[in-house]
């Protein structure tokens, strides 16, 4: 089936930027929303940003200003990059893309990748 991996984690500094991305691959049929999510250390998986079909964004309060979604839907890859990032942005990041593969639509999610804010 269709799989999802994330990739560009790592250590940063306070006040510093990164770029995660987050590929689709496998037989793709249809392209819906795609969303970031992350889980800080001992909380909760949360919503922080969404792309529509449209390509409208959506941001949750912590994020907006500071990160950007975006997507190249004809490669299939869609990126969170991400500024004046502080530790309190330390969390596993995960990509979730609503796909429609040969069983219909569907959420496909990725393995995660951390991010660590850190002086």
């Known amino acids: 089936q269709v799989q999802v991996v994330e990739s560009g984690g790592g250590l940063v500094q306070p006040g510093g930027s990164l770029s995660l991305s987050c590929a689709a691959s496998?037989?793709?049929?249809?392209?819906?929303?795609v969303a970031w999510y992350r889980q800080p250390p001992g909380k909760e998986r949360a919503f922080i940003a969404l792309?529509?079909?449209?390509?409208?964004?959506d941001y949750t309060d912590s994020v907006k200003g500071r990160f950007t979604i975006s997507g190249d839907s004809a490669k299939n890859t869609w990126y969170l990059e991400m500024r004046s990032l502080r530790p309190e942005d330390t969390a596993i990041y995960y990509c979730r893309c609503t796909l429609m593969d040969e069983s219909g639509w569907q959420h496909f999610w990725g393995q995660g990748t951390q991010v660590t804010v850190s002086s």
């Open positions: 496998g037989t793709i049929l249809g392209i819906g929303t």
């Open positions: 792309l529509s079909r449209t390509g409208t964004p």
